[in-house]
């Protein structure tokens, strides 16, 4: 998506013109200077989060009851909030190198709509998903400035969604892995150092359930006959807290 990419432009420009804005600053006295000189760094985490699925449509010809064919096209339609908790822990690999673990639980749900293409029939699904989640990532900082440092983030995240519910249009797998890519900045306080970061996320692996033994209405499955694939997709704000 156009918006997307133009997010991802506007974080690696401003990631690149820090050390000139820094530059230009004048030093002020720094809060916790050593803090950073631990080998481990604990925290936890708030934050929000858009789910969204990739979704790859074969144009599949259905014949319905009467006949006539009919063929599917699905699409997520709207995004909605969800919120992140989770549990921060860092390690030191060097000066400008870190390894994160971060058990975290994201709440959310993905809006999708199915639409007939010769009627213009439309049929919804609210997919609910409670991620269970451990990111591996490593955190590559810029060196600090006075109170700020900013840093780059990738990793991999492991996923399972608790809340996967049959007898649906289309069922998704519990087990996924997410190739995470992201920026924050460290601000340090007096007593805690606060870090806001923003991270996009990518399935890595095809979702959809395509043999469908749990339907009683077998209806139901053309939606899965109509679509190839299903890719995850996750866009993260969170505030980390030390």
Known sequence: ?????????????????????????????MNRPYLD?????????????????????????YINANGELEYWYADVAAY??????????????????????????????KQTVYSEQLSGQKKEQIIKSTYMAIPFDVKVSAPRFNNYRPYLMTGLMPTVDLTVKKQKEILVKRMDCM?????????????????????????????????????TDETLLKYTQSISSIQNRMIVLTLYFE
């Open 1 to 29: 998506m156009r918006l997307k990419c133009n997010i991802k432009q506007l974080l690696l420009l401003l990631f690149l013109l820090f050390p000139v804005m820094a530059f230009s600053q004048e030093r002020k006295v």
């Open 37 to 61: 000189d631990r080998v481990w760094h604990y925290g936890f985490s708030l934050g929000l989060n858009y789910q969204d699925m990739n979704i790859t449509n074969n144009g599949f010809p």
């Open 80 to 109: 909605t909030p969800g919120f992140s908790v989770g549990i921060l822990g860092e390690l030191k690999l060097s000066e400008n190198l870190a390894l994160r673990i971060i058990p975290t639980m994201y709440f959310g749900d």
């Open 179 to 215: 190739f995470e890519i992201g920026m924050g900045i460290d601000l340090y306080y007096p007593f805690f150092k606060l870090i806001p970061e923003l991270k996009f996320c990518f399935g890595l692996s095809d979702i959809l359930v395509k043999d469908r033994k749990d339907l």
